[in-house]
């Protein structure tokens, strides 16, 4: 069987853009965390915020599938933000990226710099399946199809 770009199948019809939010008061973070994630997911909607405050009021105005924060960027008190950050949107994927010693909350990812590359080019992966199939008319998504990492995907 062959395809070419002329199919019409749900899965061609639009391709998914992921949306990431990235939250870091520093530019270079910022753009250091674009050039690992962009060549995994070319077409990604990229969004970023300097402050926590205006991650989470982004995060209430926009569909948002993956939020990638600078650890550093963070306020003082993580829980709080990451219950805010579900409240607004509770299907996005939060992941801190940086070098803190344990996550901050049982459903929050934390990824050192040195794994991001890896991290990201399997689990960006990860995501678009899941996204795909969820478009198939009558998925029907078990357990088998979740992310063992990102259990906020469910």
């Known amino acids: 069987m062959t395809f070419d770009?002329?199919?019409r199948s749900p899965l061609s019809t639009r391709p998914w853009r992921p949306a990431v939010l990235a939250v870091s008061d520093d530019p270079q973070v910022l753009a250091r965390l674009a050039r690992v994630c962009l060549p995994m997911e070319p077409y990604t909607r990229w969004m970023v915020e300097s402050d926590a405050v205006r991650a989470l009021e982004r995060l209430s105005a926009a569909a948002c599938d993956?939020?990638?924060v600078d650890v550093e960027a963070l306020?003082?008190?993580v829980d709080g933000f990451v219950l805010a950050a579900r409240r607004a949107q509770p299907q996005v994927a939060i992941v801190l990226v940086g070098e803190a010693q344990t996550a901050p909350h049982e459903d929050v990812r934390l990824v050192a710099w040195s794994e991001l590359p890896e991290w990201a080019?399997?689990?960006l992966a990860r995501l678009r399946c899941r996204a795909e199939l969820q478009r198939l008319a009558g998925a029907?998504?078990?357990e088998t199809t979740l992310p063992d990492a990102l259990p906020s995907l469910s």
């Open 75 to 77: 306020p003082p008190q």
């Open 121 to 123: 080019a399997m689990e």
């Open 140 to 142: 029907d998504l078990d």
């Open 5 to 7: 770009r002329s199919d």
């Open 66 to 68: 993956l939020m990638l």
